[in-house]
């Protein structure tokens, strides 16, 4: 056990509609990261936040968004959904406290789009 | 995006086996993770290593991080049952993103 939670565990939703998913960081932590994973494939960076703030993106588009909240929990906010966004996502909590920080995973909220 | 190369992709071994896996970059890194995922579960992180040349244990779990900064390695002696699962290394520069591998799933043959 991590401490990271997310909600909700499944979700099925259809084409151009907008998902919202939540992520629990550890206590402690201050930091959150989300990651898309494909079937079959390593989890993507999608972004991350760090004390409310967006630190860093990868190659997603704008209608993956997010939020960070001053309890440290965080939501990823997907809209006009494709085909191609049915995954597993994953959020990771961290403390930035020096050069290296190590990520804890929750168990992921699995979205398929219809 | 980018993802590390892993290999082997997949690997069937008898209990009692074994098991290296190797995961190599184009580009640097300075810190290398190890973790397992299990169906329908996120990745646990099984060993970080953060320097150079550096070799980890963490029970019969063994990784080293690559001389090059470019590759990392995880050896598994006398797998068990409970080792089965998907083996994802992962590096990181710095405070930013982890890059994963693309995965090693390991069978254990009955």
């Known amino acids: 056990e991590t401490g990271v939670t997310q909600s909700p565990t499944h979700l099925i939703k259809t084409r151009g509609q907008q998902v919202t998913l939540r992520c629990s960081s550890q206590?402690?932590?201050?930091?959150v990261s989300w990651y898309q994973q494909a079937l079959g494939q390593g989890p993507q960076f999608i972004f991350q936040y760090y004390r409310e703030e967006e630190n860093g993106r990868g190659n997603f588009p704008p209608r993956f968004s997010g939020l960070q909240f001053p309890n440290y929990s965080s939501e990823l906010n997907v809209n006009a959904l494709e085909l191609d966004d049915s995954a597993l996502y994953l959020c990771?909590?961290?403390?930035?406290?020096?050069?290296?920080?190590?990520?804890?995973f929750g168990p992921g909220t699995r979205l398929l789009v219809l | 995006g980018q993802q590390l190369n892993q290999s082997p992709q997949s690997m069937f071994i008898q209990e009692g086996e074994d098991v290296s896996m190797n995961c190599t970059s184009s580009?640097?890194?300075?810190?290398w993770l190890w973790y397992k995922q299990d169906p329908g579960e996120g990745p646990v992180l099984l060993i970080a290593l953060y320097k150079a040349g550096e070799l980890t244990s963490n029970g019969r779990l063994t990784a080293q991080f690559g001389i090059t900064r470019k590759d990392s390695f995880l050896n598994i002696s006398a797998s068990i049952p409970s080792d089965v699962g998907i083996y994802f290394c992962?590096?990181?520069?710095?405070?930013?993103?982890?890059?994963f591998g693309t995965g090693t799933r390991l069978t254990i043959i009955p």
């Open positions: 206590s402690g932590h201050n930091t």
């Open positions: 580009s640097i890194f300075n810190t």
């Open positions: 990771a909590s961290s403390t930035k406290t020096g050069v290296v920080e190590t990520q804890y």
């Open positions: 992962a590096g990181a520069f710095g405070n930013e993103k982890l890059t």
